[in-house]
């Protein structure tokens, strides 16, 4: 944490407190402890801290900017993996360190614009969004709808995208003077491309625990002994019993209707997404004047080609463009998709004038569209029609549910107000598991309702919640069962199994010794296949980053294989057994041969150490404005609520 104004400054700190003092009156106390108390601040970059006062100047970090951050964290992992970490969990693991980090580094960022005078226009803004792939449409141009439902979807506010966008535009600005461009040397480019390409191909034979079928049961002291050394293995979890509500579409079906004549509408608009639109094969030739196009057409209706006619009046004899089979909506709109979906086959008796000159026209071919009859998509549209009114049924029934629950004060009592059904799941752990290991917490935002119970004290019930699904759901947790340790009686079973587990391990790591032994004094992997029972295998040759699965060449058996020296065999630990792996053979690569994925990997590697000095310069900036966290704040931030 940085003290790093002095104060020695004091004529300086004497103006400043006389500017506050001037502030306070023009302004009001009120308003400024509005301003400032809209959340705690957590950290500080740049500034001047004034004992009693607080900070002059610099960047303020509110916990709210972190707690954000930490959230969109966890719905980040919930998107990749499906489950949202529980807090406790995500703490543990320091996501809560990692939000405010980032945070941080934002803040550093937009003081560094700051103080370097960078401006970003809204038009810059709005160009670099309309530029980004991820919004464009089907046209390839942007498409403001789609801008929105990625947004929605990545849960992000579109000032805050904005925000960012502009933090980016400023931060390349500042960044600039970062060429890529041979940045990595030469030999460090030649060294580092030589170790990824390398390959090396390996003989493996597994060897699972379970080749050792004779495992005694243990002895009552054995087992007294066991579970009196691993009791924390076979804990019994903390059990909680809760009700709920779920409120989802489903529960607005029944309120839509949807008449025949918007279903006959719907179906007008959207005609282009049922059946096959009409194609046409096209050539065209194009002049820059109305006489000329006149004068091939006179020329192709007296008997010559339009080839031959472009040609002569053109001079051109590339001045035939086939456009092959096009729908209309692949032509621009206007005159000249019009026109060219209006003719019969042959040569148009008249030029088609577009912005892009005189076009003389040649239908090919015709392939009629063919349309889907209504009957056979209504029930289709009728469906899409439902789903898109349900949302604002769904709202509306939320905000009924919300209002009558701050009234009752009771989720039960709102629930039979508005006829919804309260469900509910007795003794089930952090994981929807009952006492057997069985799942029985499933169905729509499962997961959810869990987090939500095992988050919410005994007798009392949650907020309302929203999962990124569009459900919403409140919790009341109606009992709690603590976690304790079990008599042994209760888990002898389990017990028994994992002793002898256990010693099944210890006995097939004997035998994998005894292999890896033999191995290294020169038996080959056929005889010590053999003489185990089991079978060799050759895989495939590999890189470092590369592997192997349906010959036991996992990731963590390749990166042993890369330490091996030729011949030499090591074994590698799994969950459930051991691979043996032997260098077989080993195929260095050629510089010379592979040049381009050379100079590939250069630009790479360039890009890399390019990025590492544009950390480093984050770091320079972090060092220059130092930054201060207010630990105490910050654990504040993430404590439970009590």
């Not at 529980?86 to 703490?91: H, M, P, T, V």
């Not at 103080?115 to 403001?144: K, Y």
């Not at 309260?422 to 499933?442: C, F, L, M, P």
């Given at each position: 944490?940085?003290?790093?104004?002095?104060?020695?400054?004091?004529?300086?700190?004497?103006i400043?407190?006389?500017?506050?003092?001037?502030?306070?009156?023009?302004?009001?106390?009120?308003?400024?402890l509005?301003?400032?108390?809209?959340?705690?601040?957590?950290?500080?970059?740049?500034?001047?801290?004034?004992?009693?006062?607080?900070?002059?100047?610099?960047?303020?970090?509110?916990?709210?900017?972190?707690?954000?951050?930490?959230?969109?964290?966890?719905?980040?992992?919930?998107?990749?993996?499906?489950?949202?970490?529980?807090?406790?969990?995500?703490?543990?693991?320091?996501?809560?360190?990692?939000?405010?980090?980032?945070?941080?580094?934002?803040?550093?960022l937009?003081?560094?614009?700051?103080?370097?005078?960078?401006?970003?226009?809204?038009?810059?803004?709005?160009?670099?969004?309309?530029?980004?792939?991820?919004?464009?449409?089907?046209?390839?141009?942007f498409?403001?709808?789609?801008?929105?439902?990625?947004?929605?979807?990545?849960?992000?506010?579109?000032?805050?995208?904005?925000?960012?966008?502009?933090?980016?535009?400023?931060?390349?600005?500042?960044?600039?003077?970062?060429?890529?461009?041979?940045?990595?040397?030469?030999?460090?480019?030649d060294?580092?491309?030589?170790?990824?390409?390398?390959?090396?191909?390996?003989?493996?034979?597994?060897?699972?625990?379970?080749?050792?079928?004779?495992?005694?049961?243990?002895?009552?002291?054995?087992?007294?002994?066991?579970?009196?050394?691993?009791?924390?293995?076979?804990?019994?979890?903390?059990?909680?019993?809760?009700?709920?509500?779920?409120?989802?579409?489903?529960?607005?079906?029944?309120?839509?209707?949807?008449t025949?004549?918007?279903?006959?509408?719907?179906?007008?608009?959207?005609?282009?997404?049922?059946?096959?639109?009409?194609k046409?094969?096209?050539?065209?030739?194009?002049?820059?004047?109305?006489?000329?196009?006149k004068?091939?057409i006179?020329?192709?209706?007296?008997?010559?080609?339009?080839?031959?006619?472009?040609?002569?009046v053109?001079?051109?004899?590339?001045?035939?463009?086939?456009?092959?089979?096009?729908?209309?909506?692949?032509?621009?709109?206007?005159?000249?998709?019009?026109?060219?979906?209006?003719?019969?086959?042959?040569?148009?008796?008249?030029?088609?004038?577009?912005?892009?000159?005189?076009?003389?026209?040649?239908?090919?071919?015709?392939?009629?569209?063919?349309?889907?009859?209504?009957?056979?998509?209504?029930?289709?549209?009728?469906?899409?029609?439902?789903?898109?009114?349900?949302?604002?049924?769904?709202?509306?029934?939320?905000?009924?549910?919300?209002?009558?629950?701050?009234?009752?004060?009771?989720?039960k009592?709102?629930?039979?107000?508005?006829?919804?059904?309260?469900?509910?799941?007795?003794?089930?752990?952090?994981?929807?598991?009952?006492?057997?290991?069985?799942?029985?917490?499933?169905?729509?935002?499962?997961?959810?309702?869990?987090?939500?119970?095992?988050?919410?004290?005994?007798?009392?019930?949650?907020?309302?919640?929203?999962?990124?699904?569009?459900?919403?759901?409140?919790?009341r947790?109606?009992?709690?069962?603590?976690?304790?340790?079990?008599?042994?009686?209760e888990?002898?079973?389990?017990?028994?199994?994992?002793?002898?587990?256990?010693?099944?391990?210890?006995?097939?790591?004997?035998?994998?010794?005894?292999?890896?032994?033999?191995?290294?004094?020169?038996?080959?992997?056929?005889?010590?296949?053999?003489?185990?029972?089991?079978?060799?295998?050759?895989?495939?040759?590999?890189?470092?980053?590369?592997?192997?699965?349906?010959?036991?060449?996992?990731?963590?058996?390749?990166?042993?294989?890369?330490?091996?020296?030729?011949?030499?065999?090591?074994?590698?630990?799994?969950?459930?057994?051991?691979?043996?792996?032997?260098?077989?053979?080993?195929?260095?690569?050629?510089?010379?041969?592979?040049?381009?994925?050379l100079?590939?990997?250069?630009?790479?590697?360039?890009?890399?150490v390019?990025?590492?000095?544009?950390?480093?310069?984050?770091?320079?900036?972090?060092?220059?404005?130092?930054?201060?966290?207010?630990?105490?704040?910050?654990?504040?931030?993430?404590?439970?609520?009590?």
């Amino acid at each position: 944490m940085n003290q790093f104004r002095k104060y020695a400054r004091y004529v300086i700190l004497f103006i400043l407190f006389g500017m506050l003092i001037v502030s306070f009156g023009l302004w009001g106390v009120g308003d400024m402890l509005k301003v400032v108390g809209r959340s705690s601040e957590v950290a500080h970059v740049g500034g001047t801290k004034i004992p009693l006062y607080g900070w002059v100047g610099g960047a303020p970090v509110y916990a709210t900017e972190v707690r954000e951050q930490f959230n969109r964290q966890l719905e980040a992992i919930q998107r990749q993996t499906g489950q949202r970490p529980e807090q406790e969990q995500a703490l543990r693991y320091g996501l809560h360190v990692r939000a405010l980090e980032e945070v941080i580094q934002r803040t550093v960022l937009d003081y560094a614009i700051r103080e370097f005078g960078l401006i970003v226009s809204d038009e810059e803004v709005r160009a670099a969004i309309a530029r980004n792939p991820a919004f464009q449409g089907t046209g390839g141009s942007f498409d403001p709808l789609l801008y929105r439902n990625r947004l929605q979807q990545a849960r992000i506010s579109e000032p805050q995208f904005v925000l960012d966008m502009r933090r980016e535009i400023a931060a390349s600005q500042l960044f600039g003077a970062v060429r890529a461009d041979g940045l990595a040397p030469v030999s460090l480019r030649d060294q580092i491309f030589k170790l990824e390409s390398e390959k090396r191909t390996a003989e493996t034979i597994y060897i699972p625990d379970a080749i050792v079928v004779d495992v005694p049961k243990p002895t009552p002291e054995q087992l007294n002994s066991y579970f009196e050394a691993n009791k924390a293995k076979f804990q019994i979890p903390e059990f909680r019993a809760f009700s709920y509500v779920m409120i989802t579409v489903d529960d607005v079906q029944s309120q839509v209707a949807v008449t025949s004549d918007a279903v006959r509408q719907e179906y007008e608009a959207r005609a282009a997404e049922f059946g096959t639109p009409e194609k046409r094969d096209v050539d065209q030739a194009m002049t820059d004047t109305e006489d000329k196009a006149k004068a091939i057409i006179a020329a192709a209706q007296g008997g010559k080609s339009l080839e031959d006619a472009a040609k002569e009046v053109t001079g051109n004899a590339d001045g035939v463009i086939k456009l092959g089979l096009v729908t209309k909506k692949d032509l621009p709109p206007g005159p000249l998709a019009d026109g060219i979906f209006g003719l019969p086959e042959g040569i148009a008796p008249a030029p088609i004038q577009s912005p892009l000159g005189w076009h003389i026209v040649r239908i090919n071919k015709i392939e009629a569209g063919k349309a889907v009859p209504f009957d056979e998509v209504k029930e289709k549209l009728e469906k899409d029609l439902k789903a898109q009114q349900a949302p604002d049924l769904l709202i509306k029934l939320v905000t009924d549910f919300e209002r009558t629950l701050s009234k009752t004060q009771s989720m039960k009592g709102a629930a039979e107000d508005l006829g919804l059904k309260v469900r509910t799941y007795e003794n089930v752990d952090a994981r929807g598991q009952d006492a057997s290991g069985k799942q029985v917490v499933i169905g729509p935002a499962s997961a959810e309702l869990v987090q939500a119970a095992f988050a919410t004290r005994e007798s009392a019930e949650s907020d309302l919640l929203e999962t990124p699904r569009g459900e919403y759901f409140i919790v009341r947790t109606d009992r709690i069962t603590p976690a304790r340790a079990p008599t042994l009686a209760e888990v002898e079973d389990r017990v028994v199994a994992a002793w002898q587990n256990e010693e099944r391990r210890k006995l097939a790591d004997a035998k994998v010794k005894d292999a890896l032994e033999k191995a290294n004094a020169g038996t080959d992997f056929a005889t010590l296949a053999k003489d185990l029972g089991l079978e060799a295998r050759m895989a495939k040759p590999v890189t470092r980053f590369e592997a192997d699965a349906g010959n036991y060449l996992s990731q963590p058996v390749v990166v042993e294989l890369f330490k091996l020296a030729p011949d030499k065999t090591a074994s590698v630990r799994t969950a459930e057994g051991s691979v043996l792996v032997r260098v077989k053979s080993i195929e260095a690569p050629d510089l010379s041969k592979d040049k381009d994925q050379l100079d590939r990997f250069g630009k790479q590697l360039d890009t890399m150490v390019a990025n590492d000095l544009i950390l480093q310069l984050i770091a320079a900036l972090r060092a220059k404005y130092g930054v201060t966290v207010d630990e105490a704040a910050f654990q504040a931030t993430f404590a439970p609520q009590q």
